[in-house]
């Protein structure tokens, strides 16, 4: 059984080191023995699934995303969609997210049309407001138990989420739109967060919660052998007690 990570605009979304959630699912695999491969997938270039696959959407500026726009409009945005509603497993960082929603407005007033995958629009910072800055600690709920993410966002635009389950809640930091307590958003096996960091590196269990989805979709019965993240874990509680404690560097 292999695992294809498919990296959606490698070269052009790829934002705050978003790159290091395709090499942390890489590694957490081949040390299991698990076969993996990347293929990066560019604009006019079709998506493939194999059946046991991860589908990653990085951040990126207002003009990756106009640009990508009308490539996602098309036969490809269609693939994306159907390829969620069949229990695939997609991850939306940031521009990606937004990208994942009904449309993302521009500073300029510009709506740019996403994929639909979830019921979501992004619109712009009013006059006056600032950019939604900083480290980030989220509570989320998966499978009946709690736990938690940390990471950084930096966006300018508010996502307001409409029948879509939010991602988890904001602990410390602003998520969505820094009033409503939300961050990202989930449906099926497809999560959209504003958390940079890398992610995935931040957060093993996570990555594993992704690595499994998709594994389990080829053998219902799959379990992961467990990894030592001892360090991966002192490195998380260091950052997670400082923002449970309101502390912002």
């Known amino acids: 059984m292999k ?120 619109e712009p910072r009013k006059p006056g407001e600032g950019r939604l800055i900083g480290n980030v600690l989220v509570r989320v709920e998966l499978g009946g138990e709690a736990r938690e993410l940390v990471g950084f966002e930096n966006h300018g635009g508010r996502t307001r989420l409409g029948d879509v389950e939010p991602l988890g809640t904001v602990l410390y930091g602003h998520g969505n739109n820094g009033e409503d307590g939300t961050e990202g958003a989930r449906r099926l096996n497809a999560y959209g967060t504003y958390l940079h960091g890398s992610l995935l590196p931040k957060n093993p269990w996570f990555t594993d919660h992704l690595i499994l989805s998709a594994l389990r979709r080829v053998d219902g019965s799959f379990e992961l052998e467990p990894l030592d993240d001892a360090l991966e874990l002192r490195a998380f509680e260091a950052m997670a007690d400082r923002l449970r404690g309101g502390g912002a560097s």
């Open 3 to 122: 695992l294809t990570v498919h990296h959606l605009y490698a070269d052009m979304m790829n934002l705050y080191g978003d790159r290091g959630n395709v090499l942390s699912i890489k590694k957490r695999c081949e040390w299991r023995g698990i076969p993996v491969e990347v293929v990066d997938v560019g604009v006019g270039e079709p998506v493939r699934p194999t059946g046991c696959d991860i589908f990653l959407f990085g951040g990126g500026q207002d003009r990756e995303q106009a640009l990508l726009a009308g490539d996602l409009a098309g036969k490809k945005g269609a693939e994306l969609r159907a390829i969620v509603e069949d229990g695939g497993v997609v991850l939306g960082v940031c521009g990606g997210y937004q990208l994942m929603g009904h449309y993302y407005e521009t500073p300029e007033g510009e709506r740019l049309p996403g994929v639909g995958i979830f019921d979501l629009y992004t």
